[in-house]
């Protein structure tokens, strides 16, 4: 039976096929690329090819360059106003009403981005709790330390043990490091890009009520 319920943020709670992304990613290899003293172009190529070692970018420019202003990074990364690319969903917040389980967002961006696109696609008061990267001392999904340390929180929030617990996300490595923690995780894949990756898979949240049933009926087999 699954009694609590955690959605990850960007891809998740709104289609990947918006420009949030791109604008994320753009704004990382820009920072990468000042701080390394790159071009654009040999920052780009350096984060795809070191980043996918660690949980996330800052991570990354931490362990290997010595990195410490978190503050500067996600301050550049997530600014004021990004959430302007995203379209209001009003479909989205009677979809999480007709989940009827405490709610959380686990997410490896900081606070003030969740708060942002939770407000503007105007979910912001579905939700129990953000469990940003901050709250996971800056390392993030898929490290076991992190997974943890959320499980814990919403066993002491709402009595969920990690069984009890679901959680979807976009990044196939960040559901499976949730599963291997205890939990049930769900990969949402909007374009069918990871069809071989065999996870519990969804193409989109309306999907969500019936997989989680028969997760739930599976597991009481």
């Not at 990690?162 to 490091?177: L, N």
């Amino acid at each position: 039976m699954i009694r609590a319920l955690l959605l990850d943020l960007d891809n998740t709670l709104y289609p990947a096929s918006a420009t949030m992304e791109a604008e994320i990613v753009r704004r990382m290899n820009e920072y990468v690329a000042r701080f390394l003293d790159l071009s654009f172009d040999e920052a780009a190529a350096l984060r795809r090819e070191r980043m996918p070692a660690y949980a996330t970018t800052y991570e990354w420019l931490e362990a290997e360059h010595g990195f410490t202003d978190a503050d500067a990074y996600f301050d550049y990364v997530h600014p004021e106003g990004e959430e302007a690319c995203l379209e209001p969903d009003p479909a989205l917040g009677p979809l999480l009403d007709g989940f009827d389980l405490p709610k959380y967002v686990f997410t490896n961006a900081p606070a003030a981005h969740a708060d942002r696109v939770l407000a503007r696609l105007g979910v912001q008061g579905r939700f129990r709790r953000v469990f940003d990267i901050r709250f996971n001392g800056l390392r993030g999904k898929p490290h076991a330390s992190a997974v943890d340390r959320v499980l814990a929180a919403v066993r002491a929030d709402c009595g969920a043990e990690p069984a009890e617990t679901a959680f979807v996300d976009d990044v196939p490595r960040y559901v499976r490091g949730f599963a291997d923690r205890g939990g049930l995780g769900i990969l949402i894949d909007h374009h069918g890009r990871h069809a071989r990756e065999g996870l519990p898979t969804i193409r989109l949240l309306a999907e969500l009520p019936s997989t989680l049933a028969a997760a739930a009926e599976g597991r009481a087999r």
